[in-house]
């Protein structure tokens, strides 16, 4: 063979060679893959194949840019998850319309099986009481959804017409032969048949509107400054509303509106001096008719009592105690209560709650108490989050009234307070009762659903509005681009 043995080659083919060679003593992962491998490439793999090189390092967590994992495990995660689904623009608007419904179709359920006895007793059949109450449910939902679609200025326009009304209905329950009497309590129109109306409690509602749409005017005019301006016509009109109420005897509801009064004038920023002066007029108002009252100080004198005491005076706040008593965790099963057989009074009304603890234990009343919970942090957060000053009174009005009343009713029947006769929210029995706050849950609903952020999502969710803005997001092409 010649010394050159390139020489052999032509010098047109050298590349061509050079190439075959590099080719044939290339790696098998590297003569697979398809690249061209530069002259030399090959003999340098080679000889770097017998030293194996260590790893690289893996990098800890996620790659550059993306969010990094919160540390602490799982619990972290999902307490980060949830913080987020909180914080989402619509989680006010679905926790008032959820919790609210629930509300509504377990007072439904617990309205059926709380009155079936008291109806037998009346000669009744055993659903009256819940059909009248299925039929107000179906009134207040068309009242919530007209109220849940209406703007804040209606609303607004509403507030005076409802007052006066109110006041005119309040005033007619003491003509004689108009007005009724139920439970000593004279507080009731008679409609025909078997419908009554309460007018005291459209008046919550009536205060709520008329004050905020009031206290936004003055906000706007900066007369909140003023004590004059806060007090003037607020108090004179919300003690005249108080006036009809207790013509009638009806304490309770005058407590109602009582809280709602004050919580206003929180709202309206109060100074501290006003504010316990006028909390200590009306408690000495309070002390003054529950102290010429026999039947109220009797009430008094029941909270925390074990037994009936002397000539059954406190029979109905023991009963419910041994009403809830008797429920242990998980009840004693839907419409197996024992109490609702002539030994509770008023078990659908303003004791359901204890007829509620019996048949189904504590896991129904923590259910119950968790739902309402959820109701008075969502308006709450309604109420904190708008600028319009009239969503953030009438917002705050509403959440007052239904935490006051809700908080009345269940201290009762845990023998914390006095009885005082009130229904619980959305859930007792009574079509007076049940129509207004209804109507007062749509208002809230129509304030969460006003929200900028609350409005931009509701709309990106309209059959077609997606689609739409995906179209606007893609550009254009030139006309020869494929």
């Known amino acids: 063979m010649p010394a050159d043995e390139s020489s052999a080659v032509p010098r047109g083919d050298r590349p061509r060679a050079v190439t075959?060679?590099?080719?044939?003593f290339a790696p098998p992962l590297l003569a697979g893959a398809g690249a061209p491998v530069a002259p030399g490439t090959a003999l340098r793999v080679r000889s770097a194949a017998g030293a194996r090189q260590p790893a690289a390092p893996r990098p800890k967590g996620?790659?550059?840019?993306?969010?990094?994992?919160?540390?602490?495990?799982?619990?972290?995660?999902?307490?980060?998850?949830?913080?987020?689904?909180?914080?989402?623009?619509?989680?006010?608007?679905?926790?008032?319309?959820?919790?609210?419904?629930?509300?509504?179709?377990?007072?439904?359920?617990?309205?059926?099986?709380?009155?079936?006895?008291?109806?037998?007793?009346?000669?009744?059949?055993?659903?009256?009481?819940?059909?009248?109450?299925?039929?107000?449910?179906?009134?207040?939902?068309?009242?919530?959804?007209?109220?849940?679609?209406?703007?804040?200025?209606?609303?607004?326009?509403?507030?005076?017409?409802?007052?006066?009304?109110?006041?005119?209905?309040?005033?007619?329950?003491?003509?004689?032969?108009?007005?009724?009497?139920?439970?000593?309590?004279?507080?009731?129109?008679?409609?025909g048949g078997p419908f009554q109306l309460q007018p005291s409690e459209f008046g919550k509602l009536a205060l709520v509107l008329w004050s905020a749409d009031l206290l936004a005017r003055k906000q706007d005019k900066h007369l909140l400054t003023q004590w004059k301006h806060m007090l003037v016509p607020l108090v004179p009109v919300a003690f005249m509303l108080l006036g009809l109420i207790m013509l009638g005897g009806d304490m309770g509801t005058a407590i109602i509106l009582t809280a709602i009064l004050f919580g206003l004038l929180w709202l309206a920023g109060?100074?501290?001096?006003?504010?316990?002066?006028?909390?200590?007029?009306?408690?000495?108002?309070?002390?003054?008719l529950i102290k010429t009252s026999p039947n109220r100080m009797s009430r008094l004198a029941c909270i925390g009592a074990s037994e009936p005491g002397p000539g059954d005076a406190c029979w109905q706040a023991v009963h419910g105690i041994y009403a809830l008593a008797s429920g242990g965790w998980f009840g004693s099963g839907l419409g197996a209560s024992v109490e609702k057989w002539g030994q509770l009074p008023e078990p659908h009304t303003d004791f359901i709650f204890a007829i509620t603890g019996e048949e189904l234990g504590l896991a129904g009343t923590l259910s119950v108490l968790a739902l309402f919970a959820a109701l008075g942090y969502a308006g709450i957060r309604?109420?904190?989050?708008?600028?319009?000053?009239?969503?953030?009174?009438?917002?705050?009005?509403?959440?007052?009234?239904?935490?006051?009343?809700?908080?009345?009713?269940?201290?009762?029947?845990?023998?914390l307070l006095p009885i005082a006769g009130v229904p619980l929210p959305l859930f007792s029995y009574g079509g007076s009762a049940l129509l207004p706050t209804m109507f007062a849950l749509g208002l809230l609903i129509a304030f969460a659903r006003q929200e900028p952020a609350a409005k931009a999502a509701l709309a990106m969710r309209r059959p077609g509005v997606r689609w739409k803005t995906m179209r606007r997001r893609v550009k254009k092409r030139p006309s020869g681009e494929r």
Do not use: C
């Open 20 to 24: 075959a060679i590099s080719r044939a």
């Open 382 to 415: 309604v109420a904190g989050r708008t600028e319009d000053p009239f969503v953030r009174y009438a917002a705050g009005g509403v959440i007052t009234w239904f935490m006051a009343q809700a908080v009345i009713n269940i201290g009762a029947v845990l023998g």
């Open 270 to 288: 109060a100074p501290t001096r006003l504010f316990a002066g006028v909390l200590g007029f009306a408690a000495v108002i309070a002390f003054l």
């Open 62 to 191: 996620r790659a550059t840019g993306s969010p990094r994992a919160p540390r602490g495990g799982g619990a972290r995660r999902a307490h980060e998850r949830l913080r987020r689904a909180w914080d989402r623009p619509l989680t006010a608007y679905y926790l008032l319309l959820g919790a609210g419904l629930l509300i509504t179709v377990l007072g439904l359920v617990m309205v059926y099986s709380a009155s079936m006895i008291k109806a037998l007793e009346l000669d009744k059949p055993s659903s009256y009481f819940f059909r009248k109450q299925f039929l107000a449910a179906v009134v207040g939902g068309g009242l919530m959804a007209l109220a849940a679609r209406m703007p804040a200025k209606l609303h607004r326009a509403l507030a005076y017409p409802l007052l006066m009304g109110t006041v005119f209905l309040m005033a007619l329950v003491q003509v004689p032969g108009i007005g009724m009497s139920v439970n000593g309590n004279r507080n009731w129109l008679y409609l």
